[in-house]
Every structure is written in structure tokens, then in C-alpha cells.
């Protein structure tokens, strides 16, 4: 079976930085990929990780640990454009298809 | 260019309705989606077509019926839906194989209403 948790809810100040945490039980596992979405557009790619360790974009950086089943998406230097919701999604062994978590909803407060 | 345009944006249709959802790219992926989005709620998987061909049903109802005319469009077929299918349908791609990264790319979803 699937099971991917997030928190559901998280606020921050704008200019500080956030950890969104995520847990996964899966199947199998072939990648987990972080998705923001802004309500009612469409989720767009934020980070991927398929090794253990830490894979940093600019201001976004996602950690992974295959044997505890964990990942985080780390946001620093916080902004209001940053309030969405942040998908942890895992793809399965075959690659095709991905899995996503309940999403967690950051606001970022002034 | 990472885009995947989805149309209409916004459908209302009757019960008894038949109507088509579309979504096309040009970034020559050979694998795309269609997800079920409710609100406040992550996408469901509903379709993976790989090549062209339905490679992942996830027990859909038939009252969806997935088209891949051919490698850049994806049509979501619509017929006899039911009120509990107003939803945001998502569309995505991605590169087909297997040992690359391949995310997938999101189309911005059409908003279907059922009445």
C-alpha cells in the first residue's frame, strides 16, 4: 500500500525559514518529488530527490533518507508568494506513476 | 518551454451531457496524465498513457473514456457524469522512461462542474 504523510497546515514569517516534513510507506519507490501548488493553478515541480542527501535550488532545498522514509522541503528566506500548498509525491518502481501526500498549506505571515 | 495547455478552463455540463476535456504539449514527452483533483485534496491518478497506448487505469469509471490521439494530445472523454465529479481535472507529461527523473509537467486543470 501507499502512505504519504505532511502536516496539513504550517505558518511562518515572511523572511524566516520553514521545514515541511514528510513521511512515506510505500511499495516501492523510485524518486519523491516536491510539487507547490497556488489554489486553483496547476502543481508545478519544485525539487526531486532519488539518493540520500540534500539537493538545494536557490532558495528551496528537499532532504531525503531512503531508510526512514523521510523527506523535507526546507524554504528560506520566506516570502508572501510563498504561501501554497506543498505536495510530497513519491513515483513507484516502474516509474509512471507518482503518489502525493494530502499537501501541506504554508502561509506566510508579514 | 514546459507547458501543457489544458482547455476549456471551466466546464458546466448536465447529467446527460457528453463533452470532451483537452490537453495538448510539445516538449516530445510520450507519457501523459490525467489526475483528479477535489478540493483541498491532493491529484488523483486517473489515466497513464506511455507511447500512446493506456498503460494505467485506476479502476476509473467508464463514464470517463481516455483518448491519446496522438504523442502531443490527451482527451478526457465525458458522459453521463454524476454531481460528485465536479472536480479540477489535471493534465500532465513527462519523459517516458524509466531511469530518468521524469517530472511530470502540469497542465492548469480544467474546473468541471457537474449539475
Known amino acids: 500500500g501507499q502512505n504519504i504523510d505532511q502536516p496539513t497546515e504550517m505558518t511562518a514569517t515572511e523572511g524566516a525559514i520553514v521545514q515541511i516534513n514528510c513521511t512515506y510507506q510505500?511499495?516501492?519507490?523510485?524518486?519523491l518529488f516536491w510539487y507547490q501548488q497556488h489554489a486553483g493553478e496547476a502543481p508545478t515541480f519544485l525539487s526531486y530527490n532519488v539518493l540520500d542527501g540534500l539537493e538545494e535550488k536557490g532558495r528551496f532545498s528537499s532532504f531525503l533518507s531512503r531508510s526512514k522514509g523521510y523527506s523535507y522541503l526546507l524554504l528560506k528566506e520566506l516570502q508572501m508568494k510563498d504561501s501554497a500548498s506543498y505536495l510530497c509525491?513519491?513515483?513507484?518502481?516502474?516509474?509512471?506513476?507518482?503518489?502525493f501526500g494530502a499537501g501541506t498549506i504554508l502561509r506566510v505571515k508579514s | 518551454d514546459t507547458e501543457v495547455t489544458q482547455t476549456p478552463k471551466h466546464l458546466v455540463m448536465g447529467m446527460t451531457n457528453k463533452k470532451s476535456l483537452k490537453c495538448e504539449q510539445h516538449?516530445?514527452?510520450?507519457?501523459m496524465y490525467w489526475y483528479k483533483q477535489k478540493a483541498k485534496k491532493p491529484p488523483e491518478l486517473m489515466f497513464v498513457y506511455s507511447y500512446e497506448k493506456l498503460s494505467i487505469n485506476e479502476s476509473v469509471p467508464s463514464r470517463f473514456s481516455p483518448e491519446c490521439p496522438n504523442s502531443s494530445l490527451l482527451n478526457l472523454h465525458l458522459h453521463a457524469l454524476q454531481p460528485e465529479d465536479s472536480a479540477l481535472y489535471l493534465c500532465?507529461?513527462?519523459?517516458?522512461?524509466?531511469?530518468?527523473?521524469?517530472?511530470?509537467?502540469f497542465g492548469a486543470g480544467t474546473r468541471l462542474s457537474v449539475l
Open positions: 500532465a507529461s513527462s519523459q517516458a522512461s524509466s531511469r530518468q527523473k521524469n517530472i511530470q509537467y
Open positions: 510505500t511499495s516501492g519507490f523510485n524518486g
Open positions: 509525491a513519491v513515483r513507484d518502481q516502474y516509474g509512471n506513476k507518482l503518489v
Open positions: 516538449m516530445g514527452h510520450r507519457a
